[in-house]
């Protein structure tokens, strides 16, 4: 039998090397089940890049975890559309909005669903994201305040929530006479913007758009 000659076995020994190289670099995956019923879908993503975002990736993915050891998390409270938006997020640092650019009412919607999303998957950076993004145009600043947005705000995100904290400050701070009209409001906002009221002083020279970065630190 011939053997193959020493430039047929470099060239065999370079591809296997390539091929060993490729293997070795996919980045190894978790698999998210988001959604639930019939619109469950299963989503895999980089485990290294969403558990440097995510501390509650970081978690589940821990040997700690069931799912950590199982390889599988699973989201059923999560929209499965606004999770390929985060997937997207986590891939490439964009956030990219469905909603038409004309449509701020919808752009409002979207941010706050994904504000929504970043507070469960406990992800710092798109918080703030999208709180820049909420606060970039003054007629959604306005729109912040009335009382379906408070609302929205107050039953997606839990008590001590960044959001909400910038919410209060934002009324408070913008409100110098007059009453709120507390039956319209939420009672854990009016008891936030009472508590806040006594706190910080009702006029101040700096605007509340120079204040939000700090409060975002």
Not at 41 to 59: E, L, M, T, V
Not at 177 to 188: A, I, M, N, R, W
Request: proline share 4%.
């Amino acid at each position: 039998m011939a053997l193959p000659s020493s430039n047929t076995s470099n060239a065999i020994d370079e591809c296997l090397a390539k091929r060993k190289r490729t293997f070795f670099d996919y980045p190894e995956a978790v698999n998210v089940l988001v959604g639930k019923d019939s619109e469950t879908r299963p989503i895999g993503i980089d485990k290294d890049k969403i558990c440097a975002n995510s501390k509650f990736f970081k978690a589940a993915c821990s040997a700690a975890w069931a799912e950590g050891q199982a390889g599988l998390v699973k989201l059923p409270e999560a929209d499965p559309k606004m999770f390929l938006t985060y997937t997207h997020w986590i891939m490439t640092g964009e956030l990219e909005l469905t909603a038409a650019n004309w449509d701020s009412k919808a752009i409002r919607n979207e941010l706050l669903a994904c504000y929504t999303l970043a507070d469960r998957m406990d992800d710092k950076a798109l918080r703030n994201h999208t709180i820049t993004g909420l606060y970039s145009e003054d007629t959604v600043l306005c729109w912040l305040v009335r009382t379906d947005c408070v609302t929205a705000v107050y039953d997606q995100t839990s008590s001590g929530s960044t959001l909400r904290k910038i919410l209060v400050a934002q009324f408070v701070g913008q409100r110098t006479t007059g009453s709120l009209q507390v039956e319209k409001f939420p009672y854990e906002f009016v008891r936030d913007v009472a508590c806040k009221a006594l706190d910080v002083p009702m006029i101040s020279d700096e605007s509340f758009k120079d204040r939000l970065p700090r409060m975002l630190e």
